[in-house]
């Protein structure tokens, strides 16, 4: 590659102070999470052992899973307000945040009824393992769903502190969490109760609101409130249509990362449970991490531009995508040279195989999701993605059900993950083709 050529591609970033201030704080977090995501497993397994820690992550993904099945509001809220604070519109501010909040306390009744419904239908003694007592499970269970409640409340305030097309903050707040969330579930051992994982994750929650309230309470936000007079059934429904597309994106993540986890859980043992979950902390979840550094300052430079700048989104978009396929290059030579050797000596269990075409599935895998993100970011800036999530979904769950099927009859991992690849190679394809024309319909 002509690194001059590279150069010039890249030369957009460094004149928007802005876009460079919002992935300098990306990469911090970033720097953060691969902290966490080198030692907070291995710790984990050294401490509990590989099944305990399995079981951990199927409690977590199911309550993560209900977590999910919900209007995604809060992305909708925050890109309209960043519009509106953009065009100098400070007064209707106020308007879309008393409408979030509504909508938002529509999501907190959903996500407790349906919690307790699965409370009541789980089968917790499927879980037990050796000296793992059932009401511990059961009381980490809703220590669990608990954190995600205080989750949600925080999310109150997520609208307030990103409006001005600013992140740093709200990066900041999420990356202490991401640090000492994981130094108290670790320190829970000391405990020797299951039951304590649940209470300090619940902990950590409790941390995270008060820091963000504090943080509310410096932020000057133009006085930005709840005020009652100001929900309007028609700017309701508004939210709620816009949220459909982030809605559906984020049933297709439970299904991609959440569903996939739980049906290894359900096909396999919990000990490859955590291999899975530590081959994709790795080979997954880092790259993805790492292409968000792009990708969520994109949707913000995307939404600066008018809908009606096709050309000019055009553009922006093939920079970006660039700017995605390179590292992927970097990264796929990287993971799958040197992946085995760090994975080994990173987790170093006896019980854990993790073998050189698991490692490619899944690296593979990142780098196509990570394509595809790229290729959504100026639809999500304009909330107007609802047809390539509908496409997304399509895709996802002809996998996961052709996946599972043949689980039933061939017990292999690598088999799950190579449908998974296939379909997202497919769908990058698919979308690459009709993104050009969709563009000039924005």
Not at 63 to 75: A, D, R
Request: with cysteine.
């Amino acid at each position: 590659m002509n690194i001059n050529k590279f150069f010039q591609k890249t030369e957009f970033i460094k004149k928007n102070p802005r876009l460079k201030e919002n992935i300098f704080y990306q990469i911090f977090n970033f720097a953060i999470k691969i902290v966490n995501q080198i030692f907070f497993p291995v710790l984990m397994i050294y401490f509990f052992g590989g099944n305990i820690f399995g079981i951990w992550i199927i409690i977590y993904t199911i309550v993560l899973t209900i977590n999910s099945l919900n209007f995604n509001i809060v992305e909708v809220s925050k890109n309209i307000m960043i519009g509106l604070h953009e065009e100098k519109k400070n007064t209707e501010l106020n308007l879309i945040y008393s409408n979030y909040i509504i909508a938002h306390s529509v999501n907190f009744i959903f996500f407790i009824i349906t919690s307790i419904i699965i409370y009541f239908l789980l089968d917790f003694n499927s879980y037990l393992y050796q000296d793992l007592k059932l009401n511990s499970l059961k009381i980490c269970f809703l220590f669990v769903i608990f954190g995600f409640f205080i989750e949600n409340i925080t999310l109150v305030y997520y609208p307030i502190l990103t409006f001005k097309g600013l992140t740093k903050k709200w990066i900041n707040q999420s990356t202490l969490f991401e640090f000492y969330s994981k130094v108290l579930l670790i320190f829970s051992v000391v405990f020797n109760d299951f039951l304590y994982l649940g209470f300090f994750f619940l902990l950590a929650n409790i941390l995270r609101l008060i820091l963000i309230i504090f943080l509310k309470n410096k932020e000057n936000i133009h006085n930005i409130k709840f005020e009652i007079k100001l929900v309007k059934k028609n700017v309701l429904k508004e939210l709620i249509l816009k949220s459909l597309s982030y809605s559906l994106e984020k049933l297709n993540y439970i299904l991609k990362q959440n569903g996939l986890i739980l049906m290894i859980g359900y096909f396999f043992s919990p000990i490859l449970v955590t291999m899975i979950s530590t081959a994709r902390t790795l080979f997954y979840y880092l790259p993805i991490n790492f292409f968000d550094i792009i990708t969520k300052p994109a949707v913000i430079e995307f939404g600066k531009l008018k809908s009606s700048a096709s050309n000019g989104i055009r553009n922006l978009l093939k920079k970006f995508l660039f700017l995605i396929l390179v590292f992927s290059i970097i990264y796929l030579l990287a993971a799958n040279l040197f992946g085995k050797y760090i994975y080994d000596f990173w987790i170093d269990n006896d019980l854990i195989n993790l073998t050189r075409i698991t490692i490619f599935l899944i690296s593979i895998d990142a780098i196509l999701i990570g394509l595809i993100n790229i290729l959504f970011v100026p639809f999500k800036a304009f909330n107007n993605f609802f047809f390539l999530s509908k496409i997304d979904f399509c895709f996802t769950v002809i996998a996961i059900l052709i996946a599972f099927y043949l689980s039933l009859f061939f017990n292999s991992l690598n088999l799950i993950l190579l449908i998974m690849a296939i379909f997202h190679l497919m769908l990058f394809f698919f979308l690459k083709f009709i993104i050009p024309s969709e563009i000039r319909k924005l």
